[in-house]
């Protein structure tokens, strides 16, 4: 009697961009994690992609579909005929850009159906917008289950936009705790942070204006370094800026991959977001026993607790913004005793094994379904 062996199922992960930012790599992260769990994992990009994606020691497959920008039906097409080729057994969406593609997917074969969110977009902070939110509600026919990176983005979904309660999981994002637990290094002038995209929800701008406060109100000698880690299209605006108003103490690094040396090198980290879920960055930073000065947006104050881990600011208010910085030029000793809160805290509350377990445990449900 012959044995057929069954073919191992295969998890689609359908997202906008395959770029550089926080929800990739909790997603590559995922992936990479679950190797060994019998499951086959293909990555389609709806534009295009760089090389972040890629391992040569452990190669995911990825589609990159080319839509154009706006509507641009030819993708639903496109999508429909590749998932009929690779026949997935369940298709993960990420974020708005993607939702609209359960339909077509379900048309194609594919059984189990996951969408998350991981964070609104600049358009929409506030997660009001109601053309947006109908269609995520209409796409509850098709999805099996809605999952949210922290408890703002949860309830949101819930009180909000009215994805039934059954429906809707919290899965928190967390992080390899031992790749970002290195030894930091010692520097005479403060070092502060920021590591991400350099676009408008990121408000770069509020963080180099409290930046322009800072030089009023400090001497010289006394005034911090500022690391900006990332690129993206208001990065030549900025620099300009920093140029103008003479803020030589800036550097823009562009996009690295070294993460954890550049933690090292880093006393406080610092994000501007106007809306967040729960930042990889913030997660990374805290391992790495990194105090934070971060806006009270999103998922952040589910991480971040006020004077312990780091401290939180109102978004978009520069004042407010060099206050939370001067915290820690003005008080040194703190960097140490809120690193080691920070580093605790993600111990404990943050870690990638159960990230991964969680995920792992709705891809199985949903192929045994």
Known sequence: MTDFKQPIPVIVHLIHRLDIGGLERVMLNCINQMQGENFEHVIISLTDENNFSQSANNPIKVY??????????????????????????????????????????WLAGVKGHIHAEHGRDIGDPQGLN?????????????????????????????????????????IQNGINTELFNVPKTLSKKLRFTIVARISPVKDHQNLLNAFSLLREQLPAEKLPHLAIVGEGEQRAKLEQYCNEQGLGTVSFLGARNDIEQILSDTDVFVLSSIAEGIPM???????????????????????????????????????????GLLNYINQPELILEHGENARAKVLKQFNEKHMVQAYLEQYKALVKG
């Open 281 to 323: 960055t913030i997660l990374e930073a805290m391992s790495a026993k990194t105090p934070i000065v971060a806006t009270r947006v999103g998922g952040i104050p589910e991480v971040v607790e006020d004077a312990k881990e780091g401290f939180l600011v109102d978004k978009s208010n520069a004042t407010a913004l060099a206050q």
């Open 130 to 170: 109601k053309k947006h939110n109908f269609l995520r509600k209409l796409m509850a026919r098709f999805i099996n289950r809605y999952i949210s990176v922290s408890e703002d983005l949860h309830y949101w979904l819930i009180n909000t936009v009215g994805i039934p309660g059954k429906k809707a999981l919290l």
């Open 64 to 105: 990159c579909l080319g839509k154009k920008e706006g509507s641009d039906l030819g993708i639903h097409f496109k999508l429909f005929t590749l998932l009929r080729k690779i026949k997935p057994a369940v298709l993960h969406t990420y974020n708005l850009p993607t939702i609209e593609y359960h339909p077509i997917s």
